[in-house]
Structure formats: structure tokens, C-alpha cells
């Protein structure tokens, strides 16, 4: 959406001029202009949406559509978290992160199985700590 600084108005589409400067192929400059005042002045507005229900919120309002939104949107960015909290400090979770890192440091595609069965005891006490 865009927004003309000269009459005031807002509009979903502006006019168009391409510039060629004397060449017959793209790519030309763009300029544009008010749909109803031919103004070049003209700014973008940023549609946000509320971050429950999706719903595209009016110029005064910031992160929800109205309060009940508010307070489902806040308990389930709580929920999610909690549960990314959670999964930080899962152990499982944690080792297999490692595997990843060990993966693209060695250039390797191992799997959880195959790097605990075949490379982890391979691995010096310092070099294991490291991944566990």
C-alpha cells in the first residue's frame, strides 16, 4: 500500500513512467507517481498483520487485532518458549546439533547411529566431550 504525502490519499497501485535514457532494452528506471494527483512523493506503508489470527491491522494498532488476540497470541508465544527452552537443553537434542556440526566440519552425512556406533568411540576423551 502506498501512501501520496501531497493530497493525503491512500492507494494499492501507483502510475508508472519508465525512463529509457536512449536505450531500446530493459532494464529501464521506474518512477512513481500518485494515482490521483501525479505526485511523485509518495511513500510505502507497511500492512502488518496480528500475530494470533493473521488478520491485517489498522494504522493504529501494533502486534494484535484487538484483545483477545492479545491473549491467545502472548500464551502461545509463552508455549513456544517453553518448549524451545525445552528442547535446548534435551541431551538427545543437544548431541545430535553436534552431529550436525560435525558433519559439515568433515564434509560427512553421518547419522545419529552411525556417528555414536562408529566415530564417537573412535574419538580421543577431549575430542567426545566436545560432541556430547
Not at 35 to 52: A, F, N, W
Request: glycine fraction near 4%; hydrophobic fraction near 25%.
Amino acid at each position: 500500500m502506498y501512501y501520496c504525502t501531497d493530497c493525503g490519499k491512500k492507494f494499492d497501485t501507483c502510475k508508472v513512467s519508465y525512463e529509457r535514457h536512449g536505450f531500446e532494452f530493459a532494464p529501464f528506471e521506474e518512477f512513481l507517481f500518485c494515482p490521483y494527483c501525479s505526485s511523485d512523493r509518495i511513500k510505502e506503508l507497511k500492512v502488518r498483520y496480528c500475530r494470533c489470527c493473521g488478520k491485517k491491522l489498522t494504522d493504529f494498532k501494533r502486534w494484535y487485532c484487538n484483545d483477545e488476540c492479545k491473549r491467545r497470541g502472548e500464551k502461545l508465544w509463552r508455549i513456544e518458549r517453553e518448549k524451545r527452552r525445552r528442547l535446548q537443553s534435551n541431551s538427545l537434542m543437544k548431541i545430535v546439533s553436534k552431529i550436525e556440526q560435525y558433519n559439515i566440519t568433515h564434509g560427512t552425512n553421518y547419522s545419529y547411529g552411525a556417528f555414536v556406533a562408529n566415530i564417537l568411540p573412535k574419538m580421543s576423551k577431549r575430542e567426545a566431550e566436545e560432541y556430547i
